[in-house]
């Protein structure tokens, strides 16, 4: 079974503008999850997408958006890029929504200049 | 939001040596993960405890849940420098968010 696919692996943006990131899940795997990680947080929650629905969202402003499409593909959006937000973007599936067990994709190595 | 506390932050060790890393929180855990994550890939799921006391071994690694649902510890015995890794807990919050520790970063020299 293939694993968890993102693209691109690496983007440099300027401060300003937007960005989309795309993330193909296991398989059957229904639910997909997005994280943030930096040296300085470590690993944070952006949000859970399930059935095409956010089912759950972390502390991270308005600018971070997402969806889920029929096929359980998903895509993150961050709009305005502040230099804050470089950081590898790791999208994570699991078979359902209360299935803890992620599997990671190999993320989305984010530099905003 | 339920912490989950790892220690040490870094471990240096010989090939061949053991070592323990820990995961603490003051909250109790429904379940937790343990991941090790490689330079430029994401993490990678080795194990998941659910009952209190529980021990699971997978090779050289023994991953142990504290009776009270509340910790965690992963041990490796005889480490090989493929063991280097960023090791991740984790463990589903009551908003069901899942939450991760900061990490051990372990480094097996040859």
């Known amino acids: 079974k293939a694993g968890v696919t993102q693209t691109p692996r690496y983007l440099i943006k300027t401060r300003g503008q937007q960005v989309t990131l795309s993330c193909s899940p296991i398989?059957?795997?229904?639910?997909v999850s997005w994280y943030q990680q930096t040296p300085g947080q470590g690993l944070q929650f952006l949000f859970e997408?399930?059935?095409?629905?956010?089912?759950n969202k972390g502390n991270f402003p308005g600018r971070f958006s997402g969806r889920q499409f029929s096929n359980s593909r998903s895509e993150m959006n961050v709009s305005t890029l502040e230099l804050g937000d470089s950081a590898l973007y790791l999208c994570a599936s699991s078979l359902a929504l209360g299935k803890y067990e992620q599997y990671f994709g190999p993320g989305t190595r984010l530099t905003v200049t | 939001t339920q912490l989950l506390e790892q220690s040490p932050q870094f471990l240096s060790i010989q090939e061949g040596e053991n070592l323990t890393v820990y995961c603490n929180s003051s909250s109790v855990f429904s379940s937790l993960q343990w991941y090790r994550q490689e330079p430029g890939e994401g993490p990678v799921l080795l194990v998941t405890?659910?009952?209190?006391?529980e021990v699971k071994k997978l090779k050289r690694l023994t991953f142990q849940f504290g009776d009270a649902r509340k910790d965690s510890s992963l041990h490796i015995t005889a480490a090989q420098t493929g063991d280097t890794g960023l090791y991740l807990c984790?463990?589903?919050?009551?908003?069901?968010?899942?939450?991760f520790g900061a990490g051990t970063t372990v480094t097996v020299r040859a």
């Open positions: 405890v659910v009952t209190g006391g």
């Open positions: 997408y399930f059935s095409e629905t956010q089912r």
């Open positions: 984790a463990g589903p919050g009551n908003d069901y968010k899942l939450s």
């Open positions: 398989s059957g795997h229904r639910s």
